[in-house]
């Protein structure tokens, strides 16, 4: 069974950092890391979206959770935006002309507290202005002169109504609450109703007549005195308006100044001073606090707040462009919403509710947002996207966005969309969303791919122990000695399972720093050295392991069988990769084997019962075109066999048993003893070369781990693919047993070479005739299969001559069926 040829060295099974190659004893020696750790190419994207300012040129930034994505793009930003020019202030005023749809004003930077200020102090010092100027004594007397004016031309009309009507002698007027009223009379005095009906009828008619135009003479009296109302109102709003001009129109003189160039203010305070005038009387009146609160929302309306000024974002002068990170992206956090509030029953807003959400406040620089929850929340991304799409920023309606009906409310004019968008998630969210959203292309057209992983090279090496002076100094850890760091290094390799890689999922990294400063500090050390990291990595393990622990338990205790000891003809141990409390570990797995003359080819039980994965399947059908390759050229396969995994009751998946099935099946047809302390893992293609399978790293150290409990005998080990040998990373206690020589692990390229590590013997070569070499595991296993189809062939012989005479077809086919 000694195979030196194939056996690796506990060199081999790991690849340590040298702390002698780091150039430094301690990490405070070291300049700390100023940006990014081996993501070279992602910033170099991000860069280039940051850089491009063309819609659709948003940024979807992918990666693992934990390679220093979101970390990278808020340094990133954060430098880049504080160069950046400050955006503009926003904020919405009421449209004079149409109160229904607030104006969105654009301001410089910082200015829209200013306007709100100062119309707020503008308003507040009219309203006790104008009262005042209003109630003056001259103001009083000049309203009174063009009050007492129309009176006069009043009296003068209705005297020479009342001398006219009076004039006839057939009619009288009688004066009335209402105003006057037309009787008969004779000689000027009024006739009772009996004296009127003993006229004569054509006195009578002559009296109606003169009645009749009488009234016609009050009417057009009336309709002079109204005249003359309305014309006295006016002349009195239009003398308010010319008073209240006076003390509006200076005031108003100066905000315009200050905001001359910004010509929508202007626009606004000449639409204001208009309004204003309009409704001078109204805010001339001097309001008594009510006895109830609520009265004076009854009385005065939405009036009180029709001149406010509601900042919707305001950014300070100078301090760049905006980066807003939104980690509850809901449709009102992300665009904000017109608020309302109750009165006696019915939800009411004003444009004084408007709110602004993250994109308002990232608008003219950066948003970012999780991409998993953005998706999570109902009519984010769609509400996103629209405000990509057409430019525009407009507050939230969940009601719209769900189809309901909803009560009249503002519709506030959208802000124009000057924000990029950074969108953080995992791989599978951008292909999905690549895949099935037709707007996502067009939107988002940058992709920053962050690495699970980067090169390990010397400055990689020295690269991540800058990156742990950083955190040393950020976090005010210990610092970490050159050993310590050397061990987490190789930590950082083994998250890869690749000795050439180092993980980018830094957090790894830094919980097992930040566990051995915590045991260094309790031991009141200055510097974290090799032994805490070492105790923080063994406490991690043990903190996690418990369904590992659990599960030797029971291969030590016999419940789960696994004896590795001996040889037996048709079992071997696969070794299985099972996840429990967020650690992996290996299990060894018997693969049983059973090989007879038959007509059923190989039968895998697994997928008979329906517990094998599509992977797993075509493994087992590979196995079987090695099969018929090897040893059906000359004459036909007559076998049934068949496969199971014992004590194996989950699904099973993944092709990395079908080398320990392979040599399990060809055991049990050639009657060869295999080693049973010897695990093995690997795929196989159709011409047996042994193709490199995953998790190697905790297979070895699985079986290493269950042999352990059942007793090292010097003669165990784990036959694996050559190829994997670069993805080993065990544990020390591992790599001591091999350099012990108390376990082994090998790595072949083929099949073949691990038939004499196996069994003691060569597979064999075939000659040209197809026959291979006596004494081999081949020919074994051909002269088997030769004497099960020269057998079937003599029954189907014998079977032809019965069916011949009448008798039943013969009962086995030399045609063989695999499943």
């Known amino acids: 069974m000694d195979a030196p040829r194939w056996s690796l060295s506990a060199d081999t099974l790991h690849a340590r950092c040298d702390p002698e190659t780091l150039g430094f004893s301690r990490t405070d020696e070291l300049e700390p890391l100023a940006g990014t750790l081996g993501q070279d190419d992602a910033l170099a994207a991000l860069e280039f979206g940051l850089a491009m300012r063309d819609p659709g040129f948003n940024i979807f930034v992918l990666g693992p959770d934990g390679s220093g994505r979101m970390t990278a793009v808020r340094r990133t930003l954060r430098e880049r935006a504080a160069e950046e020019p400050t955006p503009s202030d926003w904020c919405y005023v009421v449209d004079f002309a149409d109160p229904r749809r607030p104006a969105a004003l654009e301001l410089p930077a910082g200015r829209a507290p200013e306007l709100q200020d100062q119309v707020g102090r503008l308003m507040d010092e009219l309203r006790r202005v104008l009262p005042e100027t209003l109630e003056s004594d001259d103001v009083a007397t000049r309203r009174m002169s063009i009050v007492n004016e129309r009176a006069r031309a009043a009296d003068e009309a209705v005297e020479a109504c009342r001398r006219e009507i009076q004039e006839d002698p057939h009619v009288a007027l009688i004066a009335g609450g209402e105003g006057f009223t037309v009787v008969p009379a004779r000689g000027g005095e009024a006739l009772t109703e009996e004296a009127f009906r003993s006229l004569p009828e054509s006195h009578r008619d002559e009296i109606h007549q003169r009645m009749a135009a009488a009234r016609d003479r009050i009417n057009s009296l009336q309709r002079l005195l109204h005249q003359l109302r309305r014309e006295t109102g006016a002349e009195v ?232 002076a950083r955190e040393c100094q950020e976090g005010d850890l210990l610092p970490v000695a050159a050993g310590a760091v050397g061990r987490l290094v190789e930590e950082a390799t083994r998250a890869t399972g690749d000795q050439r890689k180092l993980t980018t999922r830094l957090h790894l990294v830094r919980d097992r720093l930040v566990e051995a400063e915590r045991v260094a500090r309790d031991a009141g050390l200055e510097a974290v050295e090799l032994d805490q990291v070492e105790a923080a990595v063994q406490a991690l393990e043990f903190r996690e392991s418990r369904p590992h622990r659990e599960l030797l338990e029971l291969i030590e205790r016999g419940v789960l069988a696994f004896d590795p000891k001996g040889t037996e003809a048709g079992q071997l141990h696969g070794i299985a990769v099972l996840y429990g409390g967020g650690l992996a570990f290996g299990r060894p797995i018997r693969v049983l084997a059973s090989a007879y003359a038959g007509k ?172 291979f070499v006596p004494g081999s595991v081949y020919r074994a296993v051909q002269d088997r299969l030769r004497e099960w189809a020269e057998t079937a062939a003599a029954m189907a012989g014998e079977g032809a001559l019965l069916l011949a005479s009448g008798s039943p077809e013969p009962l086995l086919t030399t045609t063989p069926r695999f499943r």
């Open 237 to 468: 709003e239009a003398f308010h308006k010319e008073v209240a001009g006076s003390v509006v129109r200076p005031r108003l003189a100066a905000l315009r100044e200050a905001f001359r160039e910004v010509p929508s203010v202007v626009a606004y305070l000449d639409g204001l001073e208009e309004d204003i005038l309009e409704h001078v009387l109204r805010l001339a009146e001097r309001r008594e606090t009510p006895s109830f609160p609520f009265l004076e929302e009854v009385s005065d309306g939405d009036f009180a707040g029709r001149y406010d000024v509601n900042v919707l974002v305001t950014h300070e002068p100078g301090s760049g462009a905006p980066v807003v990170e939104e980690p509850n992206p809901t449709l009102k956090a992300l665009l904000g919403q017109v608020e309302g509030r109750m009165r006696f029953g019915v939800m009411v807003t004003d444009f004084t509710r408007i709110v602004a959400g993250a994109a308002q406040r990232a608008n003219g620089g950066y948003l970012v947002l999780e991409a998993r929850e953005l998706l999570a929340r109902p009519f984010a991304w769609s509400a996103l996207k629209r405000a990509l799409r057409t430019g525009e920023l407009r507050p939230a309606d969940p009601g719209s966005e769900m189809g309901l009906t909803t009560l009249e409310t503002l519709e506030p004019r959208p802000v124009p969309t000057r924000l990029r968008v950074i969108l953080v998630g995992q791989p599978t969210i951008f292909y999905l969303l690549k895949g099935l959203d037709p707007h996502f292309d067009e939107l988002f057209k940058v992709k920053v791919d962050f690495a699970g992983e980067m090169n390990r090279t010397p400055e990689s090496e020295r690269g991540l122990a800058a990156w742990i």
């Open 600 to 771: 059923e080819g190989v039968v895998n039980i697994e997928r008979e019962t329906d517990l094998s994965g599509p992977i797993h399947n075509k493994g087992f059908l590979v196995l079987s075109g090695y099969l018929g390759r090897k040893f059906a050229r000359t004459y036909p396969l007559i076998l049934s066999a068949s496969l199971s995994f014992d004590q194996l009751y989950e699904e099973v998946e993944g092709d990395s048993a079908s080398a320990a099935e392979l040599y399990a099946l060809l055991s049990a047809i050639g009657e060869i003893p295999l080693q049973q302390g010897i695990g093995v893992t690997g795929a196989i293609n159709q011409e047996g070369l042994l193709l490199p399978v995953g998790g190697v790293t905790h297979k070895v150290e699985g079986f290493y781990a269950a042999c352990q409990r059942k007793g090292l005998t010097g003669e165990q080990g784990v036959l694996l693919p050559r190829r994997n040998v670069e993805n080993l990373v065990v544990r020390r206690e591992v790599r001591e047993a091999v350099a012990e020589g108390r376990f082994h692990v090998w790595a072949v390229d083929s099949v073949e070479e691990g038939w004499p590590i196996l069994c003691g013997k060569v597979a064999g070569e075939a000659d040209a005739e197809g026959e």
